[in-house]
Structure formats: structure tokens, C-alpha cells
């Protein structure tokens, strides 16, 4: 194994240990392990590719150089996608709530009852609005994959609640889709009232739980 080859594969459980201990930012940590780590993928590319004597070291940093390049677009995408969200006019209105519970995963939830007629899946003209802007972002970041789950609170009998918490999902899925993003990136599903964000003990909690979540997930590469 070449001696540059042997220093990139030693360098990453390093970098996995100085995380813990770094001022770092959780996605720029992520960001730097697989950056490293892309690099090292492409420095075996790098040196089969070179065909000139003495050449290996260039080849090998030509491969470094393309991992490098792989590793922190693959991981970064989403990255960018959130920042875009976060600075819109509908999560700084608070129409859209951004949350990022994993590294390749965003959810953004749909504001309450501002989205539906009550106790309908009939879009309100807000909730068009919303999802116009929504559907535009998701249309520039088109390799991710999209997870559209509806949900209720427990007002009513649970079988009505499941059924609109379908609809719902589906109706955020059909307006998407009919501005321009993929069907065949997107799945729908109803919770009903089975997973409530909070728990369904006043009315401010209950609008809270009437929502509709778009789970965006990265792709394994871009």
C-alpha cells in the first residue's frame, strides 16, 4: 500500500477522535470526516490512472483531489437545501417549521391549521401559497427523496381522524406533484392520531398536532 494511500486511511479514526473534542458544529464535522475519507477513496483511482513513470504522486493527488470533491458534495447537499429553507419567508414567518433530527434528514412541518380547512383536506389558499414556495425548493434539490406524513389530533373517533390524516398527506403529495416535483420521488402515509408532537392536553397543543410533516431524505450520492 503506497505511503499516502497508508497516511488518508490513518488520518480518518484520528479525525473521528478529535471530533469529540472540537468546537465544530455536528454537519461540519461530518462534513470534514467525509471529506477525508473521499479523498482516500480517490487516491487508488488516481494512481491507476496515472500511466507515467514516476507519476503515481500526481495520479494519487488527482484522486485525492476528485474524493475530496465527492465526499463534501454528497454530504453537504442536504446541508445547503436546510440553509435555503431556514432563510425562506415561510420558516421565518413560521408557515413551515425546519427541524433536522438526523444528518440525512430534513422535516419540515406544515403550520397547523393554516394549511387545511378545518377538519378537511381541502387546501386552504395559505396552504397553497406555502407549498408553491415549498414545491419551487424542492423542484432545485430534485435528487433527494420525499416521506409526506399527515397526522391529527384525537378529537373525534380515531377511524375518521386516520382517514383525513391520509388525505391530508395526499393532498400536499397531488398539489407538489402538480407543480412540477416528481411523483416517483414521494410517499404518503396517514399517523392519525397516533403520533402526537405534543401532548393533546389543551387546545394550542392539539393545532400543533394537526399537521402535515415532508421528511427529506439525501441521497446516497449526487
Do not use: W
Not at 143 to 172: C, P
Request: proline share 4%; net charge positive.
Amino acid at each position: 500500500m503506497k505511503p499516502l494511500r497508508i497516511a488518508a486511511i490513518i488520518t480518518i479514526p484520528v479525525l473521528l477522535a478529535g471530533c469529540a473534542n472540537t468546537s465544530l458544529s455536528r454537519n461540519d464535522q461530518i462534513v470534514l470526516v467525509a471529506t477525508i475519507a473521499g479523498a482516500a477513496a480517490g487516491i487508488p483511482i488516481g494512481n491507476a490512472a496515472s500511466t507515467v513513470t514516476n507519476a503515481g504522486l500526481y495520479g494519487a493527488l488527482i484522486g485525492a483531489a476528485a474524493g475530496f470533491i465527492v465526499g463534501e458534495t454528497v454530504v453537504t447537499y442536504l446541508d445547503r437545501q436546510e440553509k435555503e429553507v431556514r432563510l425562506s419567508s415561510n420558516a421565518t414567518s413560521g408557515n413551515v417549521v425546519v427541524h433536522r433530527d438526523a444528518p440525512k434528514a430534513l422535516k419540515l412541518t406544515l403550520s397547523r391549521d393554516a394549511t387545511f380547512a378545518p377538519a378537511s383536506s381541502d387546501l386552504t389558499g395559505h396552504g397553497k401559497q406555502t407549498l408553491n414556495d415549498v414545491a419551487a425548493m424542492l423542484k432545485r434539490y430534485d435528487k433527494t427523496t420525499l416521506s409526506i406524513v399527515g397526522h391529527t389530533d384525537d378529537t373525534g373517533a380515531s377511524g375518521i381522524n386516520q382517514s383525513l390524516s391520509e388525505r391530508r398527506a395526499l393532498a400536499v403529495a397531488d398539489y407538489m406533484i402538480g407543480k412540477g416535483v416528481s411523483p416517483e420521488r414521494m410517499t404518503t402515509k396517514g399517523m392519525g392520531e397516533s403520533s402526537p408532537a405534543f401532548a393533546n392536553s389543551s387546545n394550542e397543543n392539539r393545532a400543533n398536532n394537526r399537521r402535515v410533516e415532508i421528511v427529506i431524505s439525501s441521497p446516497d450520492q449526487v
